[in-house]
Antibody, heavy 118, light 106 residues
Framework: QVQLHESGPGLVNPSETLSLTCTVS????????WSWIRQTPGKGLEWIGY???????KYNPSLQSRVTISLDMSGNQLSLKLSSVTAADTALYYC????????????WGQGALVTVSS | EIVLTQSPVTLSLSPGERATLSCRAS???????LAWYQQKPGQAPRLLIY???TRATGIPDRFSGSGSGTGFTLTISRLEHEDFAVYYC???????FGQGTKVEIK
């Protein structure tokens, strides 16, 4: 059974870079498209972007200029970097897998809360 | 961007009743790429339905989906206590989510 665990700082200063890592255990990292999705009370669920083991990436156009998603195949880890953050980036960030279609999300981590504040 | 609008915002029902949730798209959803998710407090969303009407693995048959084009429906035939939660629709052609419908105990 594949499990996901997000980790990273829970507090980030405005204008800095938010960095999160997701560790994949119990399964092959090649079997999924790996996305980050965030959730806020105001905007709801927002897809940030994905990476595939081939190196292919796709990002939400609204965030594309600030986002980098990458895979560490040897470490079975997925990472998210979001630059120039503001309070609007405060959210619960989920690591998510899609096994049947690239944007159909059938595997979710428990989420990591990130607050942007000085 | 395809905007999804869910209604109602809140649905107050009793266990055993039928729940009907609506999801309207601002433009036609290609290939019926419409999914439904359930989210309980403190948990991540869980995939219920994809391709508008196909139940995901392990989902009970009291959950059913229908629709095409710009109008989709999630029906829960007889509500059980564990079904009281927030439900989101998502179009997975380019990935946008609706704002959610909360099904609460009346």
């Amino acid at each position: 059974q594949v499990q996901l665990h997000e980790s990273g700082p829970g507090l980030v200063n405005p204008s800095e870079t938010l960095s999160l890592t997701c560790t994949v255990s119990g399964g092959s990292i090649k079997s999924y498209y790996w996305s980050w999705i965030r959730q806020t009370p105001g905007k709801g669920l927002e897809w940030i972007g994905y990476v595939y083991y081939s190196g292919r990436t796709k990002y939400n156009p609204s965030l594309q200029s600030r986002v980098t998603i990458s895979l560490d195949m040897s470490g079975n880890q997925l990472s998210l970097k979001l630059s120039s953050v503001t309070a609007a980036d405060t959210a619960l960030y989920y690591c998510v897998g899609a096994s049947q279609w690239e944007l159909l999300f059938d595997l979710w981590g428990q989420g990591a809360l990130v607050t942007v504040s000085s | 961007e395809i905007v999804l609008t869910q209604s109602p915002v809140t649905l107050s029902l009793s266990p055993g009743e039928r729940a009907t949730l609506s999801c309207r798209a601002s433009q036609s959803v290609p290939n019926k790429f419409l999914a439904w998710y359930q989210q309980k407090p403190g948990q991540a969303p869980r995939l219920l339905i994809y391709a508008a009407s196909t139940r995901a693995t392990g989902i009970p048959d009291r959950f059913s989906g229908s629709g095409s084009g710009t109008g989709f429906t999630l029906t829960i035939s007889r509500l059980e206590h564990e079904d009281f939660a927030v439900y989101y629709c998502q179009q997975y052609d380019s990935s946008t989510f609706g704002q959610g419908t909360k099904v609460e105990i009346k």
